[in-house]
T-cell receptor, first 113, second 111 residues
Framework: QKEVEQNSGPLSVPEGAIASLNCTYS??????FFWYRQYSGKSPELIMS????GDKEDGRFTAQLNKASQYVSLLIRDSQPSDSATYLC?????????????FGAGTRLFVKA | DAGVTQSPTHLIKTRGQQVTLRCSPK?????VSWYQQALGQGPQFIFQ???????QRGNFPDRFSGHQFPNYSSELNVNALLLGDSALYLC??????????FGQGTRLTVV
């Protein structure tokens, strides 16, 4: 089982719709959770971080975390064509003396105008 | 405030050669992590440096090595390059919470 799993997509939604991206992780001691957006040929850009169970909203983005189910999601409301990108889920595990951040393979999102 | 900077942006090397990639972290960040991203894949963790020491390492062979300098900048060295080493190499800096910021990456092509 991969440490961080995402549906590779592509996920296609019409402009103005809600895009729902999902991620599961295997390490129960995972402590920090992130969503990155990556445009083709560019480096990942951090868009959301969440550390405790529940929802966290930032503008059109909402991250949801359920540690019991080892599940993280990202909702994008009022999707725009500029949201078309690959979304990477990342999970950080802290060890004695350090931490490691593991990424999923990413979900490709297409927003149709 | 400069973000994370990497050099060079693009590089072409021949099989068997050695390469050094460089990274300057975001101001105030003391931890540097390196990732390899193949086309269509997520970033794969190579290793992490903190206080000039390798603190965590992913599943990469010893051909991959690194260094961190007192000013927190870092280098990634890859020896005996293989065709499969062709990828985007990403440097990410952070302060310990895992909230990492990436540089623009170095596109390495091995021919």
């Amino acid at each position: 089982q991969k440490e961080v799993e995402q549906n590779s997509g592509p996920l296609s939604v019409p402009e103005g719709a809600i895009a729902s991206l999902n991620c599961t992780y295997s390490d129960r001691v995972s402590q920090s959770f992130f969503w990155y957006r990556q445009y083709s040929g560019k480096s990942p850009e951090l868009i959301m971080s969440i550390y405790s169970n529940g929802d966290k909203e930032d503008g059109r983005f909402t991250a949801q975390l359920n540690k019991a189910s080892q599940y993280v999601s990202l909702l994008i409301r009022d999707s725009q064509p500029s949201d078309s990108a690959t979304y990477l889920c990342a999970v950080t595990v802290t060890y004695t003396g350090g931490f490691k951040t593991i990424f999923g393979a990413g979900t490709r999102l297409f927003v149709k105008a | 405030d400069a973000g994370v900077t990497q050099s060079p942006t693009h590089l072409i090397k021949t099989r068997g050669q050695q390469v050094t990639l460089r990274c300057s972290p975001k101001s105030g960040h003391d931890t540097v992590s390196w990732y390899q991203q193949a086309l269509g894949q997520g970033p794969q963790f190579i290793f992490q440096y903190y206080e000039e020491e390798e603190r965590q390492r992913g599943n990469f062979p010893d051909r991959f090595s690194g260094h961190q300098f007192p000013n927190y900048s870092s280098e990634l060295n890859v020896n005996a390059l293989l065709l499969g080493d062709s990828a985007l190499y990403l440097c990410a800096s952070s302060t310990g919470t895992g909230r990492a910021f990436f540089g623009q990456g170095t596109r390495l092509t091995v021919v």
